[in-house]
């Protein structure tokens, strides 16, 4: 890790267990204009900078057809996080939350999703925009976006985790979406 990993009051950390469970090949490498965390942005959406996904020679023969998708799920693997922090506290949060009710990359599996939109494809490189990472990090997976199984519109994002699952449920059934909204985070707002 080059930055520190900043540690804020009501952080919970960890021992991580001696060995992992699986095994992992990074297939390449992305490609973005940030050095440092603080650089990065807090998700694709906040920015216009072109990437790329540079594919190793071993698995480009896997990027046949991709060209057919105007946007992708990039999977990549947040190497310079910390991954011993099971609550953290965002800096925009009065307490500290769940690592699992978080998009933070600090998280036992630091790995990362974003939906990209293909830009261009030059051999085994992609150009994208739409990611938030920091340059050189490790790709794990490309796969196609489809907007018919992918996109979930009612999703909602209680982000002060206190709705329970079951009066989230009844409030979708007895309300609109733009109800909702007004109560919860909607997928594509600013986190």
């Not at 794990?140 to 329970?164: E, F, H, M, N, Q």
């Amino acid at each position: 890790m080059s930055d520190p990993i900043d540690r804020r009051p009501g952080e919970e950390t960890v021992t991580l267990p001696a060995s992992h469970d699986a095994g992992l090949y990074f297939i390449g490498r992305v490609r973005t204009p940030w050095a440092t965390r603080a650089e990065c942005p807090k998700n694709g959406l906040q920015t216009d900078a072109i990437c790329t996904l540079e594919v190793d020679a071993t698995f480009a023969p896997g990027l046949q057809n991709v060209e057919g998708a105007s946007h992708l799920i990039v999977l990549y693997w947040m190497d310079r996080a910390a991954r011993d922090i099971v609550r953290q506290r965002p800096r925009h949060a009065e307490g500290s939350r769940g690592t699992f009710s978080l998009r933070s990359p600090a998280r036992p599996n630091p790995i990362a999703l974003s939906v990209v939109e293909l830009l261009g494809i030059d051999g085994a490189t992609l150009s994208v925009r739409g990611l938030d990472c920091l340059d050189g990090t490790p790709l794990l997976d490309i796969k196609p976006y489809y907007a018919t199984t992918d996109s979930r519109p009612g999703a909602t994002v209680d982000r002060a985790g206190t709705a329970k699952t079951s009066e989230v449920s009844k409030t979708l059934e007895g309300s609109t979406t733009s109800e909702v909204s007004k109560t919860s985070d909607s997928p594509g707002a600013t986190r």
